[in-house]
């Protein structure tokens, strides 16, 4: 009940097109559903943050589509572009602010 | 604001050896939390303190990890007589609000 799937494990998007990563969870004591961006080497940086409140958070070009009903969001690139090749998580936790639930991740690969 | 850092950022060791990590939260973060991560994994959750207190650990979190944040503020990770399976990156993250903000990591090898 504490799991996120993640899908797809890679994905593989032409300069342009629009990459999308899914994500379900079980516990329906989550209200916060964070997407952080790696780099090797490098720790997660959080991309964009949605609590179930909302349908859609659109930041630039991510967006975050939540589906409350259905215990998922998805992760949205426009226009994906090869500096946005990076592996990206999904994760969840209770707002009060403890430990965060990490899916299994998503490398994707923009081609130019 | 600085960001989260951590110190060593790579550390090779031989296995039986102990070793110790640190983290600096971003000041005035009173949340501090460390995970591990694998190759091609997602950071699995270790421990985490609100200010001086440790509040949750994980099974994970076997009798040769110990964790403190002795004044609220800075943590540090030992990993005693360390293993081969304790090769990872170990991610600190530190919060105010609910949302964590996480540090470069530090890579562990254990030969």
């Known amino acids: 009940q504490q799991q996120v799937k993640q899908s797809p494990q890679s994905l593989i998007v032409q300069k342009g097109g629009i990459s999308i990563i899914n994500c379900a969870y079980e516990?329906?004591?989550?209200?916060?559903f964070p997407w952080y961006q790696q780099f090797p080497g490098k720790g997660p940086a959080l991309l964009i943050a949605?609590?179930?409140?909302?349908s859609e958070k659109k930041e630039g070009r991510f967006t975050i589509s939540f589906n409350k009903s259905a215990k998922q969001f998805s992760l949205h690139i426009m226009d994906s572009q090869p500096g946005d090749s990076a592996t990206y998580f999904c994760?969840?936790?209770?707002?009060?602010?403890?430990?965060?639930?990490f899916g299994q991740g998503t490398e994707l690969s923009v081609k130019p | 604001d600085t960001g989260v850092s951590q110190n060593p950022r790579h550390k090779i060791t031989k296995r039986g050896q102990n070793v110790t990590f640190r983290c600096d939260p971003i000041?005035?973060?009173?949340?501090l939390y460390w995970y591990r991560q694998t190759l091609g994994q997602g950071p699995e959750f270790l421990t985490y303190?609100?200010?001086?207190?440790?509040?949750?650990k994980s099974r994970l979190l076997s009798d040769r990890f110990s964790a403190e944040r002795p004044k609220g503020s800075f943590s540090t990770l030992e990993i005693q007589r360390t293993e081969q399976g304790d090769s990872a990156m170990y991610l600190c993250?530190?919060?105010?609000?609910?949302?964590?903000?996480f540090g470069p990591g530090t890579r562990l090898l254990v030969l």
């Open positions: 949605i609590r179930p409140d909302v």
């Open positions: 993250a530190s919060s105010s609000t609910g949302t964590q903000y």
């Open positions: 516990n329906t004591a989550f209200d916060y």
């Open positions: 303190f609100q200010n001086e207190a440790q509040l949750e």
């Open positions: 994760a969840a936790n209770d707002y009060q602010g403890g430990k965060l639930i």
């Open positions: 000041s005035e973060h009173n949340r």
